[in-house]
């Protein structure tokens, strides 16, 4: 069982920057892939990030590549989002997840509770 606590959210202005953290329970973590979604208001879930156990490989959504990047340190069982150049359209709840499939909510085992990000223009 893997528990994962998002962290780092917040109000910020267009064009500001953010890191967001998911901190995770368990030995296993570094057996884990890892991705970040989020949800905005009368929004489906998004795929934004994923990253490979190892950290090796990364993905993203097409509307953050290039302005968002993900790691992760398994000796400290975190996955890190750092967000740059926001805008307004990524106003969203962010969670993290664990154990799933490239970019395929529906196969992630574990989920956090979500941190909010709004960005004002």
């Known amino acids: 069982q893997v528990q994962l606590v998002e962290s780092g959210g917040g109000l910020v202005l267009a064009g500001d920057s953010l890191r967001l953290s998911c901190a995770a329970s368990?030995?296993?973590?570094?057996?884990?892939?890892v991705a970040w979604f989020r949800r905005a208001p009368g929004n489906e879930r998004e795929f934004v990030a994923g990253?490979?156990?190892?950290?090796?490989?990364?993905y993203y959504g097409d509307s953050v590549k290039g302005r968002f990047t993900i790691s992760r340190d398994n000796a400290k069982n975190t996955v890190y989002l750092q967000m740059n150049s926001l805008k307004p359209e990524d106003t969203a709840v962010y969670y993290c997840?664990?154990?799933?499939?490239?970019?395929?909510?529906?196969?992630?085992?574990?989920w956090g509770q979500g941190t909010q990000v709004t960005v004002s223009s």
């Open positions: 368990g030995r296993t973590f570094s057996s884990y892939a």
């Open positions: 997840a664990a154990n799933g499939l490239l970019r395929i909510k529906a196969s992630y085992n574990y």
């Open positions: 990253i490979s156990q190892l950290g090796r490989t990364t």
